[in-house]
């Protein structure tokens, strides 16, 4: 079935250093892949989303490019900021656009200290 | 625009009680996903449905949980004789599918569920 394989953490930055969350999967067919943070005490946002192969996703200097070859979703920054201190969430969503689940990586926590 | 709903934020229970979480979907979107997180865990599925339907329960637990989407307002996630496993954070998230290849879904604040 499909699945979510996120790179498990806490992981501690200092302030402007470079982070990489690690994302990969099993799907079958074409799925689409996310990126979700989650601040303390609050629900999920979309961070940056990619619906095909080779698409890269943006957003708030985040970057994410979907590697069919690798099935891999690595999310990418390059100076993090200490308001960037969340739990991140790989998750796709298959192929079948019938409004089907989304599956979830286990998140990754970020600290970013001054 | 305002986006997902869920009311109460937080909810407190006893043990044998019952509770409730409403969920209202962005407007526009017919598609309601329930998930549950415990702490220190991702997100697992528990509900997909849509108006008066529902569509995919194979994350629900068989027994004390039951969900439904009227056709008139919210969703609802009820958990009768709730546990102290039952304490979680539940969210809920709305989709849109009509003309779109993917699906994106679109979560709320989600609901804090205490059980005493």
């Known amino acids: 079935g499909d699945s979510v394989t996120q790179m498990e953490g806490p992981v501690t930055l200092s302030e402007e250093a470079f982070l990489t969350i690690n994302c990969t999967y099993t799907?079958?067919?074409?799925?689409?892949l996310f990126w979700y943070v989650q601040y303390p005490g609050e629900g999920l946002q979309l961070l940056l989303k990619?619906?095909?192969?080779?698409d890269k996703g943006s957003n708030k200097g985040f970057e994410a490019t979907y590697r069919k070859e690798t099935t891999s979703f690595h999310l990418e920054k390059g100076s993090v900021q200490v308001s960037d201190s969340a739990v991140y969430f790989c998750?796709?969503?298959?192929?079948?656009?019938?409004?089907?689940?989304?599956?979830f990586g286990t998140g990754t926590s970020l600290t970013v200290i001054p | 625009n305002a986006g997902v709903m869920q009311n109460p934020r937080h909810l407190v229970r006893r043990r044998g009680q019952e509770a409730r979480l409403r969920c209202s979907p962005m407007?526009?979107?017919?598609?309601v996903y329930w998930y549950r997180q415990l702490p220190e865990e991702g997100l697992k599925f528990m509900v997909y449905l849509q108006k008066e339907n529902i569509i995919d329960e194979s994350g629900m637990p068989k027994e004390r949980f039951s969900a439904e989407f009227p056709k008139e307002g919210p969703s609802i996630l009820r958990i009768q004789q709730v546990v102290r496993g039952d304490s979680a954070a539940y969210f809920c998230?709305?989709?849109?599918?009509?003309?779109?290849?993917?699906?994106?879904?679109?979560f709320g604040p989600g609901t804090r569920l205490t059980v005493l």
């Open positions: 407007k526009g979107h017919s598609h």
């Open positions: 998750a796709l969503s298959p192929s079948i656009s019938t409004g089907n689940q989304f599956y």
């Open positions: 799907a079958t067919g074409y799925p689409s």
């Open positions: 990619a619906t095909k192969a080779d």
């Open positions: 998230a709305s989709s849109e599918l009509a003309g779109k290849h993917y699906n994106e879904q679109f």
